[in-house]
């Protein structure tokens, strides 16, 4: 519920901010009764928002660096959104074991970023590793539009393009040779939907009158994400968010 909660209230917030969101090809998204791993390259800090909303009613399970949860609010409110921290420096087998184990048992999916960090095009195997242990096929999706905050308020037009899945069940070992080939597929589907949403891509900025209602609309979700905030650090001290590998 509070998954759902404020996927719905980032959306709000994002839409307000901007309102010039386009999406493409989302019939192209897996059905919800399948589990799979949501890839794209990670180019901004708000692009899982747009990749879960349009997958949406799917949920994900998200890899978030460690370092993110230090903040006690912050911390609380993305575990119970299904972030996990990572070790970036340091893995382990958490990295590979914890999501395989949801793709396999739960009803979420997995939000990938297979180049590890933003603006990095360096494909990591570990995404290969989880898609072929779990037996789940990559969704690739890509994000093209502002870059920086400046960018999303001056309405600079958003395109999010969604790709054929990736299936990897006919690779047999994920050697040098094979994760050579899993990563050739993703580049090379990446690539494709970069050149889609760039060809969609305009100057042209939403119209100066939708401030007037989309301004209203931004200063009550910034109430209502401010407010969400101080319930989840006062919640942080009473209730630890469980997973399911838990159980």
């Known amino acids: ?74 911390g609380w409110w993305i575990s119970k959104c299904g972030a996990f921290p990572i070790d970036r420096e340091n893995p382990g087998t958490a990295a590979i074991k914890y999501p ?59 395109d999010v393009a969604f790709g054929d899945p990736i299936d990897i069940s006919d690779i047999k070992r994920l050697d040098d040779a094979g994760v050579a080939e899993v990563t050739q597929r993703i580049e090379s589907e990446f690539k494709r939907l970069d050149d889609l949403a760039k060809s969609h891509q305009t100057k042209k900025k939403p119209n100066v009158l939708t401030y007037l209602y989309r301004g209203p609309v931004l200063l009550l979700v910034a109430i209502i994400l401010g407010l969400t905030y101080a319930f989840s650090y006062i919640a942080s001290f009473f209730w630890k968010p469980s997973t399911q590998l838990d159980k």
């Open 1 to 74: 519920m509070f998954y759902s909660y404020l996927r719905s209230l980032l959306t709000f917030l994002l839409w307000a901010i901007n309102g010039n969101i386009h999406y493409h090809d989302r019939e192209k998204i897996l059905p919800e009764s399948e589990n799979y791993i949501l890839i794209a390259p990670h180019r901004t800090f708000w692009d899982p928002v747009f990749f879960g909303y349009a997958a949406a009613p799917k949920q994900f399970i998200f890899m978030a660096k460690k370092e993110l949860f230090k903040d006690r609010g912050f």
């Open 100 to 158: 395989v184990n949801m793709l396999k048992k739960s009803n979420r999916s997995l939000v990938m970023f297979p180049s590890g960090s933003r603006h990095s095009s360096d494909l990591k195997g570990g995404v290969a590793v989880i898609a072929k242990t779990a037996k789940v096929k990559m969704m690739p999706a890509t994000y093209i539009g502002p870059m920086t905050i400046k960018g999303l308020l001056a309405g600079e037009r958003i």
